[in-house]
């Protein structure tokens, strides 16, 4: 796995100059003259070098978990978009070197999205990643902000969202995740649309306890405009998991209505509720059951200022051959104070229930905050401070909570919004 983890350092390196590289925000010429359908970038690589300490960050058990560390991290980020396209690529790469005789750690994050109209009923859309997360650390780094204020568009579906095993077994080790969609949209009428989209994702570990597993979903929904600010749809998503090294799979079909709505120019809602019929074959048994799905979001978005909320209630098949029901709460927010300060609040609590096939009836809660705050220097550099607190409660005894601090300077490379 060290081979692994090294090609994965070269990759996502790679992908980071690949994010920078300005002969690619130059691959066609822009008018003379500014134009409705001009073309709008952002192209930048940020640079980052810290020192901190952190108490817990391996959420391990013992009194000498705690250690200083010296960091160093890149991020990069790549967006366009035109009157009928939008696409964006990031990348993120953190190493850390632990003074206290831990080998040198890093973690990494790549990920696009892109979406095309390509006639005046007809839009389609993709997205990709790859991560690399060690004891659940990349849930508390501030990897990506829009660069421009984004209008969501309700019909089509979000890139699958990462869900952190529920178990220390998991927060132990490396964990990697692979995952791709791709859909198209078709406008019926005025007000009416149908969306079918597919996919899958691969979920891979370095502990001998959990078992990799592979998951390939698809989506279908309807939407109709109510009004120009309110849209409302069913939709249908199914998704099955087969686990590495048993016979273990599982299905789960999860119908659901939905509502969105625009609040005004800066914030929009959305929220879905439906009921989760899920199956899962072990051990030449098959156990059924049925739970409730829940999701919704309330969010403001300026030139400023980010702000999203979020509550979420759904059922999946994690590493040890078991659905879990996974309860979560969040806020995210982004504030530019003015041209030189910023500052980045992200907090988030997910409760998981499931019947286990070496625990049973385990549950456990994973809680998270983070802040940053940012002072720019000069027009490329910049300075600040980051703190975050994770903690990790389930059956048993738990470990100590895990409270970092870090101050970095950061240097930018490409554009200097």
Request: proline content about 4%; some cysteine; overall charge negative.
């Amino acid at each position: 796995m060290t081979s692994l983890s090294r090609h994965c350092l070269a990759a996502t390196a790679g992908a980071v100059a690949f994010c920078s590289t300005p002969a690619l925000a130059q691959q066609k010429e822009e008018p003379a003259q500014p134009t409705e359908t001009e073309r709008a970038r952002v192209s930048y690589i940020d640079l980052t070098a810290g020192l901190g300490y952190s108490t817990n960050p391996f959420l391990r058990f013992g009194d000498s978990t705690g250690s200083a560390f010296g960091r160093l991290g890149a991020r990069g980020v790549h967006a366009w978009s035109t009157e009928r396209s939008r696409t964006s690529l990031s990348a993120f790469v953190e190493g850390s070197t632990y003074f206290d005789d831990t080998d040198f750690k890093s973690i990494f994050s790549l990920a696009g999205e892109t979406q095309h109209q390509t006639s005046e009923t007809v839009t389609v859309f993709g997205s990709a990643g790859f991560s690399g997360d060690l004891s659940g650390q990349l849930s508390n780094r501030f990897l990506y902000v829009p660069p421009v204020p984004e209008v969501p568009d309700v019909t089509l579906p979000p890139p699958p969202t990462t869900v952190l095993d529920p178990d220390l077994f998991s927060f132990a080790g490396r964990q990697y995740r692979a995952y791709g969609q791709a859909g198209v949209s078709f406008r019926t009428d005025a007000r009416s649309s149908i969306t079918v989209s597919g996919g899958g994702s691969r979920v891979w570990f370095t502990g001998d306890l959990l078992n990799d597993y592979t998951t390939v979903f698809g989506n279908g929904s309807y939407n109709r405009s109510l009004s120009e600010r309110t849209t409302v749809g069913v939709n249908l998503n199914v998704e099955h998991t087969t686990y590495d090294d048993t016979n273990d799979n599982s299905t789960l079909i999860n119908p659901t209505v939905s509502i969105s709505t625009r609040l005004s120019e800066f914030w929009d809602v959305r929220a879905s509720a439906g009921v989760v019929f899920s199956s899962f074959d072990r051990d030449g048994q098959t156990d059924h059951s049925t739970g409730l799905s829940l999701d919704g979001s309330i969010c403001h978005n300026s030139e400023t200022e980010r702000l999203c909320g979020r509550v979420g209630r759904n059922s999946s098949s994690l590493s040890r051959g078991a659905l879990t029901t996974t309860t979560t709460a969040g806020v995210d927010w982004y504030k530019k104070l003015d041209d030189k300060q910023t500052v980045q609040v992200s907090a988030g609590a997910t409760r998981y229930s499931s019947d286990d096939e070496l625990v049973s009836n385990f549950s456990s809660t994973y809680l998270r905050a983070a802040a940053s705050y940012s002072r720019k220097i000069n027009g490329r550099l910049s300075g600040g401070a980051d703190v975050s607190v994770r903690s990790l409660m389930a059956d048993g005894p738990d470990p100590d909570p895990d409270l970092t601090g870090t101050l970095f300077v950061r240097y930018r490379l490409g554009d200097l919004g």
